[in-house]
């Protein structure tokens, strides 16, 4: 897959923070899955909401908070349209991390002591804590995937390791780690023989490079 180059001076332009200088330098932000700086759009947009039509969301019949909805349903027509899914579809959560952890609860009691839950050793903990928790509160058995010396998962093992009794597999799209983008396909090829969820951490895909559901045929993806 190719991903697009894009020019970092160019990006920078965008966010005016980043125009400050500590210590005479020009400022250099790492730590962005902690908290992302936001663009000149972003940062217009909330103003613009707080100054204009600050109102709550589909609980109002008053000007304000039709406008406000109208903008709220407006970006998950936008947000639905980069992921080539439809609008309903589309949920707003705080970040991946509670995304994934609503998607563990929320299955919570369709697992059993004699499941597994199949993840990978190159998981980021939002991944792999809340499927540590399902299985202490289930009794279930938490598998891990292994990957070759290149960092892409082992195929051949993987048929192996997902059985009958798997009922989920979550997986990194792409490490954030390795860099590596994983073959979901493959994956998705193998859990449709025993109808397991596909669980999707598309923490770093997401913003690299396309992503379309209707391809990734996922049950769930979380960025």
């Given at each position: 897959?190719?991903?697009?180059?894009?020019?970092?001076?160019?990006?920078?332009?965008?966010?005016?923070?980043?125009?400050?200088?500590?210590?005479?330098?020009?400022?250099?932000?790492?730590?962005?899955?902690?908290?992302?700086?936001?663009?000149?759009?972003?940062?217009?947009?909330?103003?613009?909401?707080?100054?204009?039509?600050?109102?709550?969301?589909?609980?109002?019949?008053?000007?304000?908070?039709?406008?406000?909805?109208?903008?709220?349903?407006?970006?998950?027509?936008?947000?639905?349209?980069?992921?080539?899914?439809?609008?309903?579809?589309?949920?707003?959560?705080?970040?991946?991390?509670?995304?994934?952890?609503?998607?563990?609860?929320?299955?919570?009691?369709s697992i059993k002591s004699t499941d597994n839950i199949v993840?990978?050793?190159?998981?980021?903990?939002?991944?792999?804590?809340?499927?540590?928790?399902?299985?202490?509160?289930?009794?279930?058995?938490?598998?891990?995937?292994?990957?070759?010396?290149?960092?892409?998962?082992?195929?051949?093992?993987?048929?192996?390791?997902?059985?009958?009794?798997?009922?989920?597999?979550?997986?990194?799209?792409?490490?954030?780690?390795?860099?590596?983008?994983?073959?979901?396909?493959?994956?998705?090829?193998?859990?449709?023989?025993?109808?397991?969820?596909?669980?999707?951490?598309?923490?770093?895909?997401?913003?690299?490079?396309?992503?379309?559901?209707?391809?990734?045929?996922?049950?769930?993806?979380?960025?």
């Open positions: 897959m190719m991903i697009k180059k894009f020019d970092v001076n160019e990006i920078r332009k965008d966010f005016p923070i980043l125009q400050r200088k500590i210590n005479n330098n020009k400022l250099v932000y790492l730590d962005n899955a902690a908290t992302s700086q936001k663009p000149t759009s972003v940062i217009n947009s909330l103003s613009d909401y707080y100054s204009s039509y600050n109102s709550n969301v589909h609980r109002g019949v008053h000007t304000l908070s039709v406008e406000a909805t109208d903008k709220y349903e407006m970006a998950r027509n936008k947000v639905s349209a980069f992921l080539d899914c439809k609008p309903q579809e589309v949920i707003w959560t705080r970040n991946t991390s509670e995304s994934l952890n609503i998607v563990s609860i929320g299955l919570k009691k993840i990978s050793k190159m998981e980021h903990h939002s991944n792999l804590v809340p499927w540590q928790q399902l299985c202490l509160e289930t009794g279930a058995t938490l598998r891990y995937l292994n990957h070759n010396l290149d960092g892409k998962i082992d195929l051949i093992e993987a048929e192996n390791i997902i059985d009958k009794n798997t009922k989920i597999i979550a997986i990194t799209h792409m490490s954030n780690v390795l860099g590596v983008i994983n073959p979901i396909s493959e994956l998705r090829n193998i859990s449709k023989k025993y109808g397991t969820i596909l669980v999707l951490d598309g923490a770093q895909s997401a913003p690299h490079f396309p992503v379309s559901m209707k391809d990734l045929d996922c049950d769930f993806f979380t960025f």
